[in-house]
């Protein structure tokens, strides 16, 4: 099971869904009340995690879609960023919670970047955060763990301090 929080609007309570493996799934929220801007966290089993903030705006100058991947069978995570906005950006990935170097890139409009990491080392988690320079609201935030079949462990990150982000901008 998967729950939406809508960070603008707590009172609102979560959206629940279900989504069978190798499925997508899809749902809208209205942004008028908030002059475009959203703040999503998505919850899930074994530390799933996603967070996504930013302005939605027509003909948007700097936008990056953001897409997670792993296969079966390896503790590798697969990044691909694209531009999808009318101007080139640049982006940083940053580890929230293992200790790698952060990754800085400069990327045209409608192209895309592709990053891979092993997480071996880290029992098959991961903790990132992808952010644009040029626009200080735009947070895409990833967490969990790949599955791969073998036996696992808790989380090496687990009990350390928590990070939450917020900003009053947004």
């Known amino acids: 099971m ?6 603008l609007r707590l009172e609102r309570g979560p959206r629940r869904y279900t ?3 190798g499925k997508q799934l899809a749902g809208s929220w209205d942004t008028a009340e908030d002059d475009g801007r959203y703040d999503l966290w998505v919850l899930g089993p074994n530390g799933f995690h996603r967070h996504c903030a930013g302005r939605i705006a027509p003909n948007a100058q700097y936008a990056l879609e953001v897409r997670a991947a792993y296969g079966s069978g390896d503790a590798e995570l697969r990044l691909s960023v694209r531009n999808t906005g009318a101007r080139a950006c640049t982006f940083t990935i940053e580890d929230q919670a293992y200790g790698r170097p952060a990754a800085t890139q400069a990327i045209e409009a409608g192209l895309e970047a592709a ?4 997480l ?3 029992g098959g988690w991961y903790d990132f955060t992808v952010r644009i320079a040029e626009d ?7 967490a969990g ?3 791969t079949g ?3 462990t808790s989380d090496p990150a687990m009990g350390r301090e928590a990070i939450l ?4 901008q947004a």
């Open 115 to 118: 990053y891979a990491w092993p």
């Open 150 to 152: 073998r036996p696992s």
């Open 145 to 147: 763990r790949v599955e």
């Open 19 to 21: 989504v069978e493996a």
């Open 136 to 142: 200080p609201v735009f947070v895409r935030r990833l």
């Open 165 to 168: 982000e917020w900003n009053a």
């Open 2 to 7: 998967l729950h939406v929080y809508d960070r």
């Open 120 to 122: 071996e080392d880290n």
